[in-house]
Each structure stands twice: as C-alpha cells, then as structure tokens.
C-alpha cells in the first residue's frame, strides 16, 4: 500500500517513515483513531516500508518483490489478529487465522473499513466478537518462527480493545519482553477499553477524522463524484471516509436506522398518558431486540448521535448539523425543541447504560423496553 494513497495525516506519514529510515522503530506503538480515519491503511503501508526495506518516503520502486506480496496482503512476515465469532464453518475456538482469506478480501476492498463492516462479513448475528487467548497462542507461535526474509516481523493487531482478559495478559508478556526485531502494531479507536498496562509499553500516535475537503476530493478522484455532492457527503460524513463510501452507496437499506428512530420517538410521543401506545413502544423493543447485539450497540450509538445533532440545532447551531432526515413527515427542525439541557445528559445516559448492558449480554429486550419507558418521560421533559 502507498502513503500516497492514504488520504491526509500527512505529519503521521513523515513521523512513520523519517524514524524508519533513521532505524529508530519502536518495538510496540498503538494508533488511535476514530472509524475511517486511515489506522489500519496507514499500519499496512508502514509495515510495507518497514520490511520492504523502502526508502525516500514511499513504497515503490526499491523491492518490487516485497512490495508485489502487500498488493495481495500476503507478505510471510505480516501477521494479523482481529476480532472473530464463531460460524457454521468453525463451530469452536475460532482464530484469526481461520479467517484470513475473508480478511485480505475485506481489507483489499476497503482498508477503511470499519469493525461493523467486518462483523457483517463474519455474521455474527446474536454474537459479539473479541480477540481469544487463541490468538495469543498463536502471536507466540508465528514470532517464534524465524523471521522469513531475514529482518523484521510485524504484528497488527486491529481493533485491540477486543482482547478478552486472558489474551490481553498474554500478549503483555510479549510486549514486556518483545523478540528481536519484531514489531507490534496495535489499532483501536477506544483507548481506553485497553488496558493500562498494554499502553503503557506503547508508543501512541493519534490520528484526527479526515478533513471535509480532503474526504470530498477523494470521492472526485477516485469515485468519479461532482463536486457538489461530494461536499455534501464529506460534510455528513463527520471526518469518516469508510462512512462518506456507504453514503456514497447509499446502503442504509441493509438497518434502516433513521427509520427504527423515528418510529421510536413517535411511540414515546404517544405513549404519555396512553396505554396503547406503550404496546407500540414494546412491539418496537422486541423488533430491535431480535436483531443481533452488534447491530443493536450500533443503532444505540446512531440514536445517541441523533439526540446531538437535535440539541444543536435547538441551540441554533445549524453548521453543525449535517444530518439530512429521509423518512416521510420527519424534520429535524420539529424534533430539535424536545431536545435540551434538561433531558440531553439523562438521554445519553440512558442510552449509554442500554449499550453497557447490551454489551454484557443483558436480555435485549427488557433493556430495550426499560430504556423506551424511561425516553417517554425524558422527551416530555421541559
């Protein structure tokens, strides 16, 4: 993968690269950012320059050989560990490795690519995903080996802040002790879901969401969009160019999330002081809840984003606002006054503690219906 094709961190870019040439590469660092950011692309084409022995910057011309493998995400010397489930095809115990062809595959399509995204190829249905002690086992085994070109190896571990308990003390013996020349690269977008101990042994470089002009550009390049709506969707797509892609698809089909909301909140309008609306509220809870977990933390967090952009357009902030409502009869504009200092910080609350328990596998939909009851009394607060 190029650096030129990652689109903007360009101060990471030049950090990456002038403490390779240097020979001054940490034996562990951790990139933290949000979804669409660049932090997988950016380890890839860092471990490229790395192992490819690259040179002036970029990953061309220096050892085609080397470089051919990382076109195809199939150098011996990158390893890779991510979140799994359990399928129909690996029924226990299942590792990265069992995966990796759908990996490569994913990452070759969208290196920006989000977790969501992964779970969807993987189907985890009523599942959630996380890193298992298997993984570890297998860290150990594939660094034990003899690096295959003779230099380094490199291990990227995406989404770190899925490894379980157990996984999570294994690979911190290995980063307190690291084998020679072996480097971790440690991806997550929540940093502190890892534990202290693992990020403290870490060199930790933040990446910023992507600038609207240069999502907007990219989307021209190399999507062959105009001008004019690639400045919509950049602008709607908050810094996340994996999102302004699905935008750009328009695949909200797959979880009509705006829909579910709107439905949601229309129900809790109703439901204050009307006994049949709260059946309304419950048939709504017991649709979401038959969904899979992972679909549920997602909505979740789209609703509590929703409640944002309403209080900011209610305090007459509308630059801030990029949400544009599809559903028939809802505006934004109308919803936003429910919306204000008094009820917001409970909302959150209320939205984040579901998500929490949702997390650790708490009955969907008592927690749902607790949380459709508690908004019925919140929105109507004044």
Known sequence: MLFSEILGQEHIKSHLTKSAD???????????????????????????????????????????????????????????????VTTEEIKKSPKSIDFIVDWREF??????????????????????????????????????????????????????????????????KLLEEPPQKTVFILISENEEDIIQTIRSRCQILHFNGLSESVIAEALVSRKNVDSKTASKIAHQAQGNYNKALHL?????????????????????????????????????SEKIASLGRETQKKFLEFCIEMFRQALLLNYETPNLVYFEPKVDKFKLENFA????????????????????????????????????????????KK
Not at 252 to 268: D, I, K, M
Not at 360 to 373: C, E, M, P, V
């Open 248 to 284: 750009l698809q328009d695949d909200s089909e797959e979880f009509p999330f705006e829909q579910w909301f709107v439905t949601w909140v229309r129900a809790a309008f109703k439901a204050k002081g009307n006994a049949a609306a709260i059946q309304d509220l419950i048939h709504w």
């Open 22 to 84: 240097s020979g001054r590469i940490p034996h562990a660092q951790l990139f933290i950012g949000p979804e669409g950011s660049g932090t997988l692309a950016m380890a890839i084409a860092y471990a490229q320059y790395i192992l490819c022995t690259n040179q002036n910057g970029e990953n061309s011309g220096i050892n085609e050989s080397c470089n051919l493998k990382f076109q195809k995400i199939a150098h011996p010397d990158l390893h890779f560990v991510y979140p799994t």
């Open 107 to 172: 990452v070759s399509e969208n290196p920006y690519g989000g977790l969501f995204d992964w779970y969807a190829i993987l189907g985890v249905k009523n599942k959630q995903g996380e890193i298992r002690v298997d993984d570890a086992q297998e860290i150990l085994k594939s660094l034990a080996l003899k690096s295959y070109e003779g230099g380094y190896k490199i291990m990227i571990v995406w989404m770190a802040d899925k490894l379980n308990i157990a996984a999570s003390n294994k690979l911190l």
């Open 337 to 380: 006054p429910f919306v204000n200092g008094n009820n917001i910080q409970e909302i959150f609350t209320e939205l984040s503690e579901a998500m929490y328990h949702v997390e650790r596998n708490g009955n969907a939909k008592i927690i749902l219906t607790d949380l459709s009851i508690k908004l019925t009394r919140l929105i109507h």
